[in-house]
Nanobody, 123 residues
Framework: QVQLVESGGGLVQAGGSLRLSCAAS????????MGWFRQAPGKEREFVAG????????YNADSMKGRFAVSRDYAKNTVYLQMNSLKPEDTAVYYC????????????????WGQGTQVTVSS
């Protein structure tokens, strides 16, 4: 059974940094894309960043504008989201997901989801 477990969320001041981790198990991790999404209170879930099976990355440029970086460690079956220069509007529950081989912004392409980790950015 596929399991995704996020960690690394927390409370940080504006301008600070956090690194989220997502540990995957239950499938051949290296064959699949991994994505990060977030959902703020009262808003729809949105794509943040994704990384394909071959390491190609994709970002939601409108939201992230170079502040976020996604990476993966194949040996550890883990994907990371480094978030810098955080803003209060980045406050959300962050989810990782896995699905097709190529990272995409489309939620429906992801089959499995983690439980989410809360990120709160204070002003």
């Amino acid at each position: 059974q596929v399991q995704l477990v996020e960690s690394g969320g927390g409370l940080v001041q504006a301008g600070g940094s956090l690194r989220l981790s997502c540990a995957a198990s239950g499938r051949t991790f290296s064959r699949y894309a991994m994505g990060w999404f977030r959902q703020a209170p009262g808003k729809e879930r949105e794509f943040v960043a994704g990384i394909s099976w071959n390491g190609a990355v994709k970002y939601n440029a409108d939201s992230m504008k170079g502040r976020f970086a996604v990476s993966r460690d194949y040996a550890k079956n883990t994907v990371y989201l480094q978030m810098n220069s955080l803003k209060p509007e980045d406050t959300a529950v962050y989810y990782c997901a896995t699905g097709d081989t190529t990272a995409t912004m489309t939620e429906g392409k992801y089959d499995y989801w983690g439980q989410g980790t809360q990120v709160t950015v204070s002003s």
